[in-house]
């Protein structure tokens, strides 16, 4: 075996230089890169008289398995599978340098693992694929009698080829990973939408209180702190972190949800870090987390106070180191991932009485956001009825008029479950009125229950006073 030592003498020749042409115009053209690399390897051959042409590529940074190759039967390919350091092929991935291997039936670098040593091969020649100084895997070739091209130049023109396919692997495999992303968060979206989770729709209300709100998102929302989003049910927490999002730089990466609350305490950190495949008796395919989907983007973990203790240390490692592994899995994954959480529990008392990690909540604590109750924010009801008035009239093509007496009562009214509440009660005045206007009692019957007798005693009351 000879390390090739880098000798470029002559130029290179007609033969040569439409070798070179004529390959790399095959791979530059593929769709199937496999199906092209396999036809370049044939001009290899074609042309100079090259034999066996393999690729191997190198997987998991241990492995390297045949990628592309000619002259090999099935079972051929997958005996020529070879560790970093194994053989020629292993040992020109891990020297990152061509090897020759001058004499292949008595050099004991050249293995033939896959049985496929040819009586008229006499050398084998292996080049490292690299992009970046980085291996990407092997490309190596026997030469015989009969090659047309003597070392030097074999290793010259396997060496051009062996970066210009590892490009084009490389290439592809970002490719097929940006496919598969996209794959799977269109799957995510379309659950979202299904489930009419997700309102990208703007944030109406001019109160006080909502204006400090406004003030601190558009401060913080450029920078990557984690924030927490406090507020009861339906104050617009998700739309909150959905406005961070949007103004900041990851607005154009994906915006990725989970609900902890609605999510069993078995299932929440294969939810959140994915799984392998056979990781629990349902997990018949590898999955990606919400940490994986939201790579580059926000990730808005709803209901934060529900997450299971292990959970909640794993959720911890994710926020100081940024990894972590697939449920089931040993590899270490690493992502970018802008963390905003939403709870409508008291966080401070949890960690008081011992069901929330006080490191996790100063992690997750960075900004806080305080959204005021629906009851606290004076004129924005009048706004929010407004606004959800002309959205629901426009989708049910139909005029609806909310008179003076009947908007008092919406103002007065307590709200319990907030916007959430009052664009419910919208819908049903669209549903159930008319351009007439809808009157105070009328009012009254499209209130719950609850509150309606409340409503009604105290305009019992306030007559008799
Ligand atoms: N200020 C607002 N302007 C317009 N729509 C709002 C506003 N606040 C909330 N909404 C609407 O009210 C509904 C509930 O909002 P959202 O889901 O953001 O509340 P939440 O606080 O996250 O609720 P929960 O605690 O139940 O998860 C959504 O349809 C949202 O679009």
Redo the contacts with the bound molecule.
Sequence with gaps: MVPYEGKCGDCLTTKELMTLYETATVVSNSLDLVASLEKALHILKNRLQLEKCVIHTLQDDTLLTVYACIDFSKHQKELATYTLGEGVTGFAAQSKEPVIVENLHSDMLFLNKSGNRDKNALSYIAVPMLVDQEVIGVLGASMSKTTAIGFESTVRVLTILSSIFAQSIRSHDINLKEKERLKELKLYYKMEWDSKVH?F?????ESPK?KQVYNVVERIAGSNVSVLVR?E???????VAAAIHKRSKRKDEPFVKL?CAAITDSLIESELFGHEKGAFTDAKEARKGRFELADGGTLFL??IGDISASAQVKLLRVLQEREFERVGGSKTIKVNVRLVA?T?RNLEEMVKNGTFREDLYYRLNVIPID?PPLRERGDDIAL?VN?FLQKSMSNHKKKVLITDEAMEILCQYTWPGN??EL?NTVERIVLMGSEDGISADEMLLLLPAFNQKLMCQRRIYSEES
Excluded at 233 to 239: A, R, V, Y
């Design positions: 309102n729709g703007d944030i109406i209300g909502m507020g049910t339906g104050t617009g927490k998700e739309l609900n709803d209901e939403a409508n959204l929010l606004f916007v959430r664009e």
